[in-house]
């Protein structure tokens, strides 16, 4: 026979789970994208960050409260001397022993070159770029749910069409039995149809055992029960929202998360370098506190109140400064040419996606006819074979045909799905489809 089984997958024949005996679960596809939201460990990482970035800003504000200390301190003395400026007469004073000191001090920053309001931007540019990135990771999530439930779709039905076809091979081959015993066909014909059935149950063993780890990469992802058994109806995937089809990258600079992303952070090495620039300047803040001090037996000093303008700056500062100046510029230059490196990516991304959408939909076409044509072509053939006017080859190769049109039909039906929600994916819109944004 000229075609075989094994052609009839091609590259298809990734990882897919096991239509058995067991209990099986339905989830529709948007309630697994919402499990995968809950459930994921990307996802929770991703939140985690997010909020570090959140404390991260806080922080930042937080320089802008005035620095509040209180010291204090208690010291003992030994032999120690004594010599008053002040003209104490011919008293002996005594020995102080022990020395109390304590201090209150109030810092409130008036200018820092600006560090504090630029660090405050930089953070919060730095948070906002890590929102984006989470909400990249749920576009990512989503398409993943999206290829496990679509490739699952595609080995449960191939799997049902595998069985429907086996039955009647092995009808064929109990015929076959009866009319080789009576002399009317020779044994090799036999042979064929029982070689026929043999391929069919290796393909079929193949088909079970991926749908199997499919499924198990599909409920690992959403974190449910390792024996659980999903099974995908047609409604969960044919029957899928759809909205304009994108024809430009245009929707993609408008709603890809990653770009928004390294977008806030080419705002934040902006910030960066005014930060550095800041070093230039002299620091000016407000001071103001309370001393008390007691040396016993011979000074107590109480309710000292002090206030004034204190003034800061670092000479050698401003000669080294011009380094990391050039190290935030350069930074920012990094920052900026991967953000067009990344805009010539979706670029790409974009078109193929487009062409691969168009080309799913072809093939669809093609498919469906193929799919009378084979089923004509089957019939002429079994009549003509009935009829004595073909032979044993040509009948199992059309009925091979007929079964890889089926088989194709249903891969390029939930092909163009996959390739609608793979251009969604790559424009920034896939969440938006399931209204899940809000998750």
């Known amino acids: ?3 075989s ?4 997958f091609g590259g298809f024949l990734i990882g897919i789970s096991s239509i058995n005996a067991q209990d099986k679960t339905n989830l529709k596809l948007e309630e697994a994208i919402q499990l995968a939201w809950t459930k994921s460990n990307e996802i929770s990482l ?3 960050k997010v909020e570090t970035k959140k404390q991260e800003l806080q922080s930042a504000k937080n320089n802008q409260y005035p620095d509040f200390k209180i010291t204090g301190q208690y010291l003992r003395l030994t032999k120690a001397t004594v010599d008053l400026k002040i003209d104490a007469g011919s008293a002996v004073l005594p020995v ?4 109390l000191i304590g201090q209150a001090s109030l810092k409130v920053p008036v200018f820092v070159g600006m560090k504090i309001q630029n660090g405050i931007k930089l953070q919060d540019n730095l948070y906002q770029a890590e929102n984006a990135m989470a909400s990249q990771t749920k576009e990512d999530v989503t398409m993943r749910v999206i290829d496990y439930y679509a490739n699952l779709y595609k080995a449960q039905r191939t799997i049902e069409l595998l069985k429907e076809n086996q039955k ?5 081959v109990t015929d076959f039995t009866a009319l080789e015993k009576n ?3 020779p044994r090799n014909d036999l042979l064929k149809s029982q070689l026929q059935v043999s391929k069919i149950q290796l393909t079929l063993d193949e088909a079970l055992n991926n749908e199997k780890i499919i499924n198990y990469y599909l409920v690992t992802l959403l974190k449910l029960p390792t024996e659980t058994k999903l099974v995908v109806y047609e409604n969960d995937l044919i029957n899928f929202p759809k909205n304009a089809i994108p024809t430009d990258e245009q929707p993609a600079f408008q709603n890809r998360k990653d770009l928004a992303a390294m977008q806030y952070q080419e705002k934040a090495t902006q910030n960066n370098i005014k930060m550095a620039k800041g070093d230039y300047y002299p620091n000016v803040a407000l001071v103001g506190g309370y001393a008390a001090l007691n040396l016993n037996n011979i000074i107590t000093l109480e309710n000292a109140m002090f206030f004034g303008v204190g003034l800061s700056y670092d000479i050698s500062g401003i000669l080294k400064n011009g380094t990391q100046v050039k190290i935030a510029e350069s930074k920012a230059i990094e920052v900026k040419t991967s953000e067009e490196l990344l805009k ?3 670029r790409v991304q974009v078109q193929q996606a487009i062409t691969n959408y168009d080309l799913a939909v072809k093939q669809n076409i093609v498919y469906n006819q193929a799919v009378e044509q084979a089923s004509e072509n089957y019939r002429i053939v079994k009549d003509k074979y009935e009829n004595g006017l073909s032979d044993t080859n040509d009948l199992l190769e059309a009925d091979v045909e007929q079964l890889k049109s089926k088989i194709s039909e249903t891969i390029a039906k939930v092909d163009v799905i996959q390739k609608y929600y793979e251009l969604l994916s790559v424009t920034g819109q896939l969440s938006q489809t399931f209204n899940l944004s809000k998750i």
């Not at 089984?5 to 009839?8: A, I, K, V």
């Not at 102080?96 to 020395?99: C, N, T």
């Open 96 to 99: 102080p022993d022990q020395l």
């Open 46 to 48: 991703a939140n985690t």
């Open 168 to 172: 009647s091979a092995e009808q064929r």
């Open 183 to 185: 002399g009317i066909i």
């Open 5 to 8: 089984y094994f052609m009839l």
């Open 344 to 346: 010539d990516n979706i």
């Open 1 to 3: 026979m000229k075609v």
